[in-house]
């Protein structure tokens, strides 16, 4: 089982966001578009490869990634059933 | 050629064109929110003969300059008129965009060179993953497979690495994309024979380890193209060859080592507050070391990134910065991060009379760049001055 902790540690490494805290992100907290992290469509490719790399987690249709990629919430839950 | 849409939900459909679109002998924009969109109003209003300007609609700024810059209203409009068919904006060596006026001619000449590097391929499927805004995409992502018969073109707005690889799997397709994909499935712990698919990719970082091991896992070919807004298409490379390789009838040099082309592929003219002709050989900002028809490309001299495709001039970033309140002087330097997908980032040095935070900065970023997350780090100095050349050096 991994927390929200820590896979918010995994995406600033991976993502390399210097600026950004684990404190800062919240769980709930939006990962793409105009509101929270902000992140964009080639951090999504880079996310699917940290969820491999990190946890063994493919993603491989975006139908699914976008209520994956929702929030940390929704990301952490998503790798802890794929891992059980 | 059958062109299918894929939808979020991963549903197919067939595109359908209406070719009894009105023509007008004004330019007309368009700026569809998706490819879907895009494509049933940009083909056949292409192939009757409208005049179309293309820009994306989330670069503000763009937008912005283009609604300030009607080219209907132009002066000298009428000698660009009367070729020109497309206008595509880029981000000038100033860090302002710059349209470049493409004519029938230009694309179709470009086209038909692009389609002898598919030979001895035997193309049944083409799968784009690029935007239509840009000319790559337009060009390799649009005209290429249009010229190309019996084939099923097959375009969705946002790919997953996985995604492309299952599209691709049925052999004999050929991926028109990026680095970031071809780096993204270099890094993916997969293996497939696509032996018989070619994958074309827009000029970009792209590193000989991150192609062997693509080349590896999928056995496949790569082909590179190198080429510009203005210039259309200059060279290709295959592999991990060193030397970009002319296209047919484009010719070459260097002047103090900066790249000078002249081909039929380059505009005639160019949108710069006004409408103001080429004169060829074009010099770009490409530093090289020529031999033969082929060079090997040494660096840029302007401060341009590339971020999701999107060419983005530092010397824009550091314009739109200093636009806020307290920041005196901005310095933006281009941080390369090989181990990235998004290998091009931003280094920020701020001059200002108070801490700026970095929500600030995203919050003014996207104003000009949509949704687009730049990453950046952010420095403070003292004092941001400018050398006797003109360059911005900050001292501590």
């Given amino acids: 089982m991994i927390t929200t902790d820590e896979l918010k540690s995994a995406i600033i490494e991976n993502l390399n966001l210097e600026d950004i805290s684990v404190s800062e992100i919240e769980d709930d907290m939006e990962l793409f578009g105009d509101e929270g992290l902000g992140l964009d469509s080639v951090d999504a490719i880079e996310l699917t490869l940290i969820l491999e790399k990190e946890y063994g987690v493919k993603i491989k249709d975006m139908a699914n990634a976008k209520a994956i990629f929702a929030s940390v919430k929704s990301l952490t839950q998503y790798i802890n059933e794929q891992k059980q | ?170 052999g004999n397709t050929l991926v028109i994309t990026t680095p970031v994909f071809i780096k993204a ?15 074309i990719s827009s000029t970009g970082p792209l590193d000989k380890e991150d192609i062997e091991l693509f080349q590896s896992n999928y056995k496949t070919n790569l082909l590179q193209l190198f080429g510009s807004t203005e210039t259309g298409g200059i060279a290709y490379k295959f592999g991990t060859a060193t030397k970009w390789s002319t296209l047919e009838n484009v010719s070459i040099s260097s002047l103090d080592t900066k790249l000078n082309v002249s081909s039929p592929y380059i505009s005639h003219y160019i949108l710069d507050k006004n409408i103001v002709p080429l004169t060829q050989p074009f010099q770009t900002e490409d530093i090289v070391e020529i031999e033969g028809d082929s060079f090997t490309l040494i660096g840029r001299s302007n401060k341009i990134i590339k971020i999701a495709g999107k060419r983005i001039s530092a010397l824009q970033i550091e314009a739109i910065l200093e636009t806020i309140p307290d920041i005196q002087r901005a310095l933006v330097e281009i941080v390369y991060k090989k181990e990235l997908i998004k290998s091009e980032q931003i280094r920020i040095t701020l001059q200002a009379t108070k801490k700026i935070s970095k929500h600030t900065i995203k919050k003014k970023m996207s104003e000009f760049y949509g949704v687009l997350s730049i990453p950046f780090t952010l420095h403070y100095v003292d004092t941001i001055s400018y050398s006797s050349t003109g360059k911005k050096i900050f001292l501590v």
């Avoid at chain 2, 991963?10 to 330019?27: C, D, G, M, R």
């Fill in chain 2, 185 to 199: 499935l270099s890094k993916l712990r997969e293996e497939m024979n696509l032996a018989s698919n070619l994958f």
């Fill in chain 2, 1 to 170: 050629m059958i062109l299918e849409y894929i939808h979020a939900d991963n549903t197919k459909q067939s595109i359908s064109l209406n070719y009894e679109t009105p023509i007008s002998k004004e330019w007309r924009s368009i700026s569809a929110s998706n490819k879907l969109n895009f494509i049933q109003e940009f083909l056949p209003a292409y192939s009757c003969g409208q005049k179309i300007v293309l820009f994306d609609s989330n670069h503000k700024q763009l937008l912005k300059y283009y609604e300030e810059n009607d080219i209907n209203k132009l002066e000298n409009r009428d000698k660009a008129n009367e070729q020109s068919r497309l206008l595509f904006f880029t981000s000038g060596s100033s860090g302002f965009p710059v349209g470049a006026f493409k004519t029938k001619q230009n694309l179709e000449e470009e086209v038909k060179v692009l389609k002898t590097l598919l030979d001895g391929f035997s193309i049944k499927k083409v799968v784009v993953t690029v935007p239509f805004v840009h000319i790559y995409g337009i060009l390799a992502g649009l005209l290429l497979p249009l010229s190309l018969e019996g084939v099923i073109c097959v375009v969705k707005d946002d790919f997953l690495p996985y995604e492309i690889l299952n599209e691709a799997s049925g």
